[in-house]
T-cell receptor, first 111, second 112 residues
Framework: DAKTTQPPSMDCAEGRAANLPCNHS???????VYWYRQIHSQGPQYIIH?????ETNEMASLIITEDRKSSTLILPHATLRDTAVYYC????????????WGLGTSLAVNP | EAQVTQNPRYLITVTGKKLTVTCSQN?????MSWYRQDPGLGLRQIYY???????DKGDVPEGYKVSRKEKRNFPLILESPSPNQTSLYFC???????????FGPGTRLTVT
């Protein structure tokens, strides 16, 4: 499974867009990019996933580069409640139970 | 409400005293899993279960046991807890087509 690389921490002003990058340069063709977040030691929460195309749901947007070597999670209007650790994970479609969790990006949304 | 529940949420125990952490889900999910989370190490999978009576080891199974006698329940058993099992534990579940996993609230275990 592809390893992902994320910056350890980021800051964002409340009300502004938060853009969280993820590098997955070794991702294979059948691996999806999944994003989860974990708010202050609570259980991780699924946000969004994608394979090739950009995706949007009520929580966020996911932009995947054309070569699929990197992606960006966008929280369009960050609030204080979005302060959390965000995890980017490459998931093999053929072995979709094996999630390799890195240390994620700790996002601080500031008032 | 669809959810994964864990009990207890907090537990302080002594070395060698057997304990069980329960996990239950009400979403009729086939897949369930246990993770532990430690500072600087992230989430690591302990055991998982693809369905009733089907379990398998994750990355860090030593010192743990599990069972899956009913679809909704997946208890984690520490037969002889040791201080290095002090950790934050999460149970998760998903459908057979997954892999969006739904996590419980966590159990913070301290072994002295």
């Amino acid at each position: 499974d592809a390893k992902t690389t994320q910056p350890p921490s980021m800051d964002c002003a409340e009300g502004r867009a938060a853009n969280l990058p993820c590098n997955h340069s070794t991702i294979s063709g059948n691996e999806y990019v999944y994003w989860y977040r974990q708010i202050h030691s609570q259980g991780p929460q699924y946000i969004i996933h994608g394979l090739k195309n950009n995706e949007t749901n009520e929580m966020a947007s996911l932009i995947i580069t054309e070569d699929r070597k990197s992606s960006t999670l966008i929280l369009p209007h960050a609030t204080l409640r979005d302060t959390a650790v965000y995890y980017c994970i490459a998931v093999n479609a053929g072995n979709n139970r094996k999630l390799i969790w890195g240390l994620g990006t700790s996002l601080a949304v500031n008032p | 409400e669809a959810q994964v529940t864990q009990n207890p949420r907090y537990l302080i125990t002594v070395t060698g005293k057997k304990l069980t952490v329960t996990c239950s889900q009400n979403m009729n999910h086939e897949y369930m899993s246990w993770y532990r989370q430690d500072p600087g190490l992230g989430l690591r999978q302990i055991y998982y279960s693809m369905n009733v009576e089907v379990t398998d080891k994750g990355d860090v199974p030593e010192g743990y046991k599990v069972s899956r006698k009913e679809k909704r329940n997946f208890p984690l058993i520490l037969e002889s807890p040791s201080p290095n099992q002090t950790s934050l534990y999460f149970c998760a579940s998903s459908t057979s087509t997954g892999p969006e996993q739904y996590f419980g609230p966590g159990t913070r275990l301290t072994v002295t």
